[in-house]
């Protein structure tokens, strides 16, 4: 009986150890759980953490390209803009210094007209003064002809070179009756210009003709002779030679001719000023060279003139 009560009293004890270390075995299985979640729970924190820092910074990074996006493309607009209307605004100055060269070169060569038809009626009025019927109607006739290709070419920016040949050689023959027969000319034209189909300004070699006569030859009691060469030099240039033998420029100014100066200094004013004007409008190179000529004694013989026109 006694020995049945310790085995009794020994399988209980046994029975609460294996309990308690049972217990033990829960409680440190459950710490351990308990750490696990904890660690979990952390990498969990630290993974949520993480992926917000990221987001965060992939939205700051996006919000800044965005930003930037939107900028530049503000910026290109203004540019753009800027661009546009600095191009609108050069446009118009383009377009209005054009219609203000066009402008004055159509009011020069209105002051030409009146000049050019001016000489021509005081040849009229010195014949009729002499009552020279003959002369006075065959110039007349002439000065029809003349007023005629004048008041056509002024209506346009250019003409046909036979066109200006023809104005000029009216005008050379009306200035020749005038002073009797003593101015006498010539007019050359080289085979490969083709006079119909080039064009040129008109009334453009009146003004160096009209200087050559009154300058030139109405100085010598003899007389003298004009001669106009027109050549082509090339397929894109056209020369004009006005050559005259009279006294030279030297000798001219000499004679201090009221008259003449005053014609000279209005008709090649204006002349320069057309061809000024005409070489900024059409972005050519019209060209104008004045040559005294001299003989081996170094006396002045004559007066060249050459001018080049780009065609």
Same mark, same amino acid.
């Given at each position: 009986s006694i020995l049945k009560t310790l085995d009794l009293n020994r399988l209980q004890e046994t029975s609460l150890k294996q309990l308690l270390e049972n217990q033990s075995i829960k409680l440190q299985a459950g710490q351990q759980e308990s750490e696990i979640k904890k660690f979990r729970i952390n990498e969990l924190d630290q993974q949520v953490t993480t992926q917000h820092r990221t987001r965060n910074f992939l939205g700051a990074g996006m919000? %800044?390209?965005i930003l930037s996006g939107v900028s530049l493309l503000w910026y290109n607009k203004k540019l753009r803009l800027k661009n546009k209307d600095l191009e609108d605004k050069n446009e118009i100055i383009k377009e209005v210094t054009h219609k203000i060269q066009a402008t004055e070169i159509t009011a020069?060569?209105? $002051?030409?007209?009146?000049?050019?038809?001016?000489?021509? @009626?005081? =040849?009229i009025q %010195?014949? !009729?003064?002499?009552?020279?019927? &003959?002369?006075a109607t065959d110039y007349l006739n002439k000065f029809s002809r003349l007023i005629r290709l004048v008041l056509e070419n002024s209506r346009s920016d250019k003409v046909s070179l036979e066109n200006e040949l023809e104005t000029l050689r009216l005008y050379i023959e009306m200035e020749a009756m005038r002073f009797r027969?003593?101015? =006498?000319? $010539?007019? #050359? !034209?080289? $085979?490969?210009?083709?006079?119909?189909?080039?064009q040129i300004p008109?009334? @453009?070699?009146?003004?160096?003709?009209?200087?050559? +006569?009154?300058?030139?030859?109405?100085?010598?009691? &003899?007389?003298? !002779?004009?001669? +106009?060469?027109?050549?082509?030099? #090339?397929?894109?240039? @056209?020369?004009?030679?006005? !050559?005259?033998?009279?006294?030279?420029? &030297?000798?001219?100014?000499e004679f201090k001719s009221k008259s003449a100066t005053q014609n000279k200094s209005f008709g090649m004013k204006v002349t320069a000023e057309?061809?000024? @004007? +005409?070489n900024q409008l059409y972005h050519t190179s019209t060209q104008v060279q004045i040559i005294d000529l001299k003989n081996k004694q170094g006396e002045a013989t004559g007066t060249k003139v050459v001018v080049e026109i780009p065609i």
């Open positions: 919000m %800044l390209m020069l060569r209105a $002051q030409m007209n009146p000049h050019f038809i001016f000489n021509c @009626l005081n =040849s %010195l014949y !009729t003064a002499q009552n020279n019927t &003959e002369k027969g003593k101015v =006498s000319f $010539q007019i #050359n !034209t080289a $085979q490969n210009v083709d006079k119909d189909y080039i008109p009334l @453009l070699l009146q003004p160096f003709v009209e200087n050559a +006569i009154w300058h030139g030859l109405m100085h010598k009691e &003899e007389g003298g !002779t004009i001669r +106009i060469e027109v050549t082509q030099p #090339n397929d894109h240039l @056209l020369r004009f030679d006005i !050559t005259d033998d009279g006294v030279g420029r &030297e000798k001219a100014t057309r061809i000024e @004007l +005409i």
